[in-house]
């Protein structure tokens, strides 16, 4: 899942956010603590420009597919989402 944001309106200590891509790394992907707090917050800074483009590698301990992880984290964006969800927003 990549997510890519336009314009930083984020307030930040730096004048300008780098413009490199970057990883994050959730290990325990699987479990409710990402879907509760870890996702919907990443999801939330992105939309607020804070992060410019990046890309989520989950590691946990159910096996499922890529797939079924991809839409249980964007149920988790979505039930969290506080400015109404826009589904092209999450590619």
Do not use: W, Y
């Not at 930083?8 to 413009?19: E, G, N």
């Not at 839409?71 to 988790?76: G, I, L, Q």
């Amino acid at each position: 899942m990549s997510v890519k944001v336009a314009a930083a309106r984020f307030p930040t200590a730096h004048t300008k956010l780098p413009d490199d891509p970057c990883t994050i790394v959730i290990f325990g992907a699987t479990g409710d603590l990402t879907k509760r707090k870890l996702i919907p917050a990443l999801f939330n800074l992105a939309r607020a420009g804070g992060l410019r483009e990046f890309q989520i590698l989950g590691i946990g301990r159910q096996q499922i597919t890529d797939d079924k992880f991809r839409k249980s984290m964007r149920e988790a964006a979505t039930a969290s989402s506080d400015n109404g969800f826009n589904e092209t927003e999450m590619e």
